[in-house]
């Protein structure tokens, strides 16, 4: 007898337990009617540029069709209090993840321009192609900016980094390099309708390169990695659900990339044709967000080898100055190009019952333009100074950094 008695309570509130989670599914699917009519609507009458994600929209319209806990049905109804479907196609927007884009465009450029540095250290008197013993040190700015499209957001990112390393002679022609750098970054994200989120970024860097000279040809093989820490701020501004979402994020990467070069002419004049194959690993870590109830979002982690050739062109030449002095300006001018043009991740919903991911493209431009120019300014006592400009430039994305360079030989 009491065990029917216990069996009965435990069916009797799995019952109640089950009505009450059903109610709340059917509200919630209740409040959902006019949200999926409009997500229709706008996709139906807007063109590309102006539809909404459609990792949101397909999970809005599943929340619609199975039901869906009240923390996620607040996000329901909140867009369905927008004043005008101006603002609710920007709340729609607002609930995607961005801040991958960022990383993955700022890495791969921050990763190509501290390989950079690695590979000049200039003897006073001797050949252009001529490799010395110093110790160095850079400053250097960067913007990239990205335009607004379909399927990204824009971006504007401004870093500024600082590195050091030092160069060896090991034997005849071969050279060893190491170095470290660090840079400060600030990404904004944004569509051709508002702001969308910021994040702030610290970056270290560790590099080493072996270098050998056989007549006119060089040859150069580096290694460096990168890793970066990100705090987040995604703007979601839905009433009842919360303003801002949160997270800590980290980025890491490992690149590896061989350069093999010529040079035609003399100290007057030269052309250098070159090439560089590089291979980057990257590493985008997992996070959650908080602070913004059922819109936090959480990102399962993800890697992808990259691999690129940049095919170049440099022209240059010495000129003997006041005191000695002697100035090596010099243009370079390549076409970089990437084997794929997106790394996928995939972001969930944290309050969404049934942890389900939607996959999505972290993507980026597959060719650029990319130049670099500059003057080298060599003494008789050791002491150089080099001044660069390096551009990239997509089809639509550019980068511009400047960099001063001081280094002393011995």
């Given at each position: 007898?009491?065990?029917?008695?216990?069996i009965a309570?435990?069916v009797?509130?799995?019952l109640?337990?089950?009505?009450?989670?059903?109610?709340n599914?059917?509200?919630?699917?209740?409040l959902g009617?006019?949200?999926?009519?409009r997500?229709?609507?706008?996709?139906?009458?807007?063109n590309?540029?102006?539809?909404?994600?459609?990792?949101?929209?397909?999970?809005?319209?599943?929340?619609?069709?199975?039901?869906?806990?009240?923390?996620?049905?607040?996000?329901i109804?909140a867009?369905n209090?927008?004043?005008?479907?101006?603002?609710?196609?920007?709340?729609?927007?607002?609930?995607?993840?961005?801040?991958?884009?960022a990383?993955?465009n700022?890495?791969?450029r921050?990763?190509?321009?501290?390989?950079?540095?690695?590979?000049?250290c200039?003897?006073?008197?001797?050949?252009?192609?001529d490799?010395?013993?110093?110790?160095w040190?850079r400053?250097?700015g960067?913007q990239?900016?990205?335009?607004?499209n379909?399927?990204?957001?824009?971006l504007?990112?401004?870093?500024f980094g600082?590195s050091?390393g030092?160069?060896?002679?090991?034997?005849d022609?071969w050279?060893?390099?190491?170095?470290?750098?660090?840079?400060?970054?600030?990404?904004?994200?944004?569509?051709?309708?508002?702001?969308?989120?910021?994040?702030k970024?610290?970056?270290?860097?560790?590099?080493?390169?072996?270098?050998?000279?056989?007549g006119?040809?060089?040859g150069?093989?580096?290694l460096?990695?990168?890793?970066?820490?990100?705090?987040s701020?995604?703007y979601?501004g839905?009433?009842?659900?919360g303003?801002?979402?949160?997270s800590?994020?980290?980025?890491?990467?490992?690149s590896?990339r061989?350069?093999?070069?010529?040079l035609?002419?003399s100290n007057?004049?030269y052309?250098?044709?070159?090439?560089d194959?590089?291979?980057t690993?990257?590493?985008?870590?997992?996070?959650?967000?908080?602070?913004?109830?059922?819109?936090?979002?959480?990102?399962?982690?993800a890697?992808?080898?990259?691999f690129?050739a940049?095919?170049?062109l440099?022209i240059?030449?010495?000129?003997?100055?006041a005191?000695?002095?002697l100035?090596?300006?010099?243009?370079?001018a390549?076409?970089?190009?990437?084997?794929?043009?997106?790394?996928?991740?995939?972001?969930?919903f944290?309050?969404?019952?049934?942890?389900?991911s939607?996959?999505?493209?972290?993507n980026?431009?597959r060719?650029y333009g990319?130049?670099e120019?500059?003057?080298?300014?060599?003494?008789e006592q050791?002491l150089?100074?080099?001044l660069s400009y390096?551009?990239?430039y997509?089809?639509?994305s550019?980068?511009?950094?400047?960099?001063?360079?001081l280094?002393?030989n011995f």
């Amino acid at each position: 007898m009491i065990r029917k008695v216990i069996i009965a309570q435990i069916v009797g509130i799995c019952l109640l337990v089950s009505a009450l989670f059903t109610e709340n599914l059917v509200q919630a699917a209740d409040l959902g009617g006019d949200v999926g009519e409009r997500i229709t609507e706008i996709e139906i009458t807007t063109n590309n540029n102006r539809r909404p994600s459609l990792l949101i929209s397909s999970e809005i319209r599943r929340w619609i069709q199975i039901g869906t806990p009240r923390e996620l049905a607040t996000i329901i109804s909140a867009l369905n209090n927008t004043s005008d479907d101006l603002e609710f196609l920007k709340a729609l927007r607002r609930l995607s993840p961005k801040s991958q884009y960022a990383h993955v465009n700022g890495t791969l450029r921050s990763s190509a321009s501290f390989g950079n540095s690695l590979l000049s250290c200039g003897v006073y008197g001797g050949g252009l192609s001529d490799e010395g013993q110093c110790n160095w040190a850079r400053v250097s700015g960067n913007q990239l900016t990205r335009d607004t499209n379909s399927t990204a957001p824009g971006l504007d990112k401004t870093g500024f980094g600082v590195s050091a390393g030092a160069q060896w002679r090991l034997a005849d022609n071969w050279r060893l390099g190491i170095a470290g750098g660090y840079e400060n970054t600030l990404s904004k994200q944004f569509d051709d309708l508002q702001a969308l989120d910021e994040i702030k970024g610290d970056i270290l860097s560790l590099g080493a390169v072996v270098k050998n000279r056989c007549g006119p040809l060089s040859g150069s093989l580096s290694l460096s990695g990168s890793y970066g820490w990100y705090d987040s701020q995604r703007y979601v501004g839905l009433v009842g659900v919360g303003d801002i979402a949160q997270s800590d994020q980290n980025v890491g990467s490992l690149s590896s990339r061989g350069r093999l070069s010529t040079l035609f002419g003399s100290n007057s004049f030269y052309l250098k044709p070159m090439i560089d194959l590089s291979a980057t690993w990257l590493h985008l870590g997992s996070y959650s967000e908080s602070g913004a109830g059922g819109a936090n979002l959480h990102q399962n982690s993800a890697s992808e080898w990259i691999f690129s050739a940049t095919p170049a062109l440099e022209i240059g030449g010495e000129i003997r100055g006041a005191n000695g002095l002697l100035w090596r300006p010099y243009v370079r001018a390549g076409i970089l190009i990437f084997d794929k043009d997106n790394l996928q991740v995939e972001t969930r919903f944290i309050a969404d019952p049934t942890g389900g991911s939607t996959a999505w493209d972290a993507n980026f431009e597959r060719v650029y333009g990319e130049i670099e120019a500059g003057v080298k300014i060599l003494s008789e006592q050791g002491l150089n100074l080099k001044l660069s400009y390096e551009g990239r430039y997509g089809e639509q994305s550019r980068s511009h950094a400047g960099n001063l360079k001081l280094s002393v030989n011995f």
